[in-house]
């Protein structure tokens, strides 16, 4: 919601794995998010026609209390929204890795092949990365994924992977209908204050990786990449962005209302979309 290294040197001040911090340096700067800390908000996904709300994380840090096994299934996202999955689990392989202290593959378990279950084993309580590594070559149409969780969790897991044709079709709305390009990476990010869509939100231009930018025009689900900031459902697309080396890339989000820059750090790789979310302050 990745991957060989993760590691990378990001421009703040006494930075955390899971914390945020207040970049001194620049006094218009808002807390950096060092995800999956700082307020990251609905993960997972809800289930199409099941209602239900997912996993809330928060701003605490990260590996506190006993380990844990998680079990959970896969299923297809094919909402426009980025923000439903389908009611039945995905029927493709893949491999669900757990990103802990810097390390992807510290936890992984197999997915598929007959089985629409995972269990991963000993997971540290607290907020993470989760990917979901399709291992069909693209075969079954979807996209790896990336998202942030919140461990232990009251409910098995429901981790996407993403429609690829649900996302052309978002792509072929866009000015110049831009295909999505081999190799390279998406990103979907749902930006809220004190819980509601924040508006007036924008990428600045030095941290969009080479992708196109687009913002919700006031309905989730619906882009535009002519729009300057995000819509009444504070929504930012970016697709066709270049891989991080590092495997983390740094959206420099600028709230255009109150002056602030929130530096949000996600962990992204090739042929990948990351959908995440966050409640900034």
């Known amino acids: 919601m990745a991957s060989s290294g993760w590691s990378l040197l990001v421009p703040m001040i006494a930075a955390t794995l899971f914390g945020c911090v207040d ?49 959970g299934t896969v299923k297809v996202m094919d909402d426009p929204a980025l923000s439903k999955t389908q009611v039945a689990s995905y029927d493709g392989s893949a491999t669900i890795l757990a990103q802990l202290d810097g390390a992807l593959d510290a936890i992984s378990a197999a997915y598929g ?3 629409i279950t995972f269990t991963l084993l000993d997971v540290p309580a ?16 979807v996209l790896s994924t990336v998202t942030a969780q919140v461990v232990p969790s009251a409910a098995p897991l ?3 992977v993403v429609d690829r044709a649900t996302l052309e079709d978002i792509a072929a709305t866009f000015v110049g209908q831009p295909l999505l390009e081999s190799g390279r990476a998406h ?27 687009a913002y919700d025009v006031g309905t ?7 729009a300057l900031a995000t819509g009444t459902a504070g929504r ?10 590092g495997g983390v890339l740094v959206l420099n989000v600028v709230d255009q209302t109150l002056g602030n820059t ?3 750090e996600i962990r992204l790789f090739a042929e990948a979309i990351a959908v995440v979310a966050y409640d900034l302050p």
């Open 113 to 115: 092949d007959g089985q």
């Open 158 to 160: 429901v981790l996407p």
């Open 236 to 245: 930012i697309l970016l697709i066709n962005a270049q891989p991080p080396a």
């Open 187 to 213: 990103v979907a990010v749902t930006l809220e204050r004190d819980g509601a869509p924040l508006e007036n939100a924008a990428l600045d231009p030095g941290s969009t990786y080479g992708g196109i930018v």
């Open 23 to 71: 970049d001194r340096a620049d006094p218009h700067a808002g807390p950096g998010c060092s995800t999956p800390g700082c307020g990251v908000v609905k993960n997972p996904p809800t289930t199409s026609g099941a209602g239900g709300a997912g996993n809330t994380g928060g701003s605490g840090s990260g590996g506190s209390g006993d380990p844990t096994d998680v079990t």
């Open 126 to 141: 607290g907020p993470l990365w989760m990917t979901v590594r399709d291992e069909t070559n693209g075969a079954t149409g």
């Open 220 to 226: 989730a689900g619906q882009y535009s990449n002519d």
């Open 262 to 264: 929130y530096p949000l």
